[in-house]
């Protein structure tokens, strides 16, 4: 019997956190012990009252407004070490889970020995297309590639390994947590995942992707574009806001931070800044107009005995 604590922290979205709970009430665990914890960071909308009423067994921590989602996940991971539990899972409340998710995620990590395990994801509006899944580094690219047009046809069918995890679902081994610590949340206080699965690799951790896990995730919601602000609103977005997508800084820390070595992420992060002012960022719009390999073609290297 394993034992997962399943952390999120939440934040005035009591809808989508209930829906993601009754998900995960339907979750196989069989030879599971699962416990969940929710933090809920100062909500305004009940979410906290409705959580108790209809998952009583659901453990419920409230924060004050001001944690955001890497010290939210963090307060949440330090009360769920306290069971002892053999794995800490940090998802997103904006997600609904296949019931056999978790299963298979446990056995890709039993399986490969200090291995930390992420999850396919999938868009809920278009659920056959992949959603910020094995992001790959190329520091003349600018950074990350994110992927525009992969579907569940083009992923390995094996656990593939890969170079970052964004932080919708991993499966972090306990044993992870306690060598190592918790995400960053001074420098990435919205995107601890940007660093800390990274840094995990970088300690000897190998980064998984497990196809058979498959997990359905809101779409994102578009920043509102810079051009459309006031100069005074542009700055604090771009330099001060570290909360914000279009923060540099935060770009800056997550590129030396979260790629394969300082010099390499601070040459990146220059390559982006060159190629936004050209409108060729690869993060952008016009990245939908590159034609991208099958993942089972550009990971096939990566793929691992599970």
């Known amino acids: 019997m394993k034992k997962v604590a399943i952390v999120t922290p939440v934040h005035n979205r009591r809808e989508l956190t209930l829906q993601c709970l009754r998900s995960l009430a339907r979750l196989n665990s069989e030879g599971l012990e699962v416990r969940t914890y929710i933090v809920d960071d100062g909500s305004t909308d009940g979410t906290a009252d409705a959580i108790r009423e209809e998952f009583p067994k ?6 004050n407004g001001d944690l955001w989602f890497t010290e939210g996940t963090n307060v949440g991971v330090v009360e769920a070490m306290k069971t002892d539990p053999d794995y800490v899972l940090m998802i997103n409340d904006d997600a609904v889970f296949d019931a056999d ?13 200090r291995s930390v395990v992420g999850s396919l994801l ?3 509006d278009t659920p056959h297309r992949l959603f910020q899944v094995s992001p790959k580094w190329s520091t003349w690219e600018g950074g990350w590639r994110h992927w525009y047009g992969q579907t569940v046809w083009t992923v390995p069918e094996k656990p593939w390994e890969v170079d970052l995890i964004v932080g919708n679902c991993v499966l972090v081994p ?5 060598e190592h610590g918790l995400m960053d949340s001074s420098r990435f206080p919205n995107f601890g995942d ?3 699965t990274p840094r995990l690799k970088r300690l000897g951790w190998k980064l998984l992707i497990e196809p058979e896990a498959r997990v359905f995730c809101q779409p994102n919601d578009m920043p509102v574009r810079l051009r459309s602000l006031s ?4 700055l604090n977005k771009l330099i001060w806001d ?3 997508p279009h923060n540099l800084r935060r770009r800056f820390y997550a590129y030396v931070d979260g790629g394969p070595s300082y010099l390499k992420g601070s040459t990146a992060f220059v ?5 936004l002012i050209f409108r060729r960022n690869v993060e952008s719009i016009s990245a939908v107009e590159i034609t991208e390999p099958p993942l089972s073609e550009t990971f096939a290297h990566a793929v691992v005995e599970s």
């Open 58 to 63: 659901v453990s419920v921590i409230e924060g």
């Open 101 to 113: 998710f978790l299963k298979y995620m446990v056995r890709t990590a039993e399986a490969v020995p």
């Open 122 to 124: 999938l868009l809920w």
């Open 174 to 178: 306990a044993k992870a947590i306690k």
């Open 194 to 196: 940007a660093e800390y």
């Open 231 to 234: 100069l005074k609103e542009k």
């Open 242 to 244: 570290l909360h914000h």
């Open 271 to 275: 390559v982006f800044l060159f190629r």
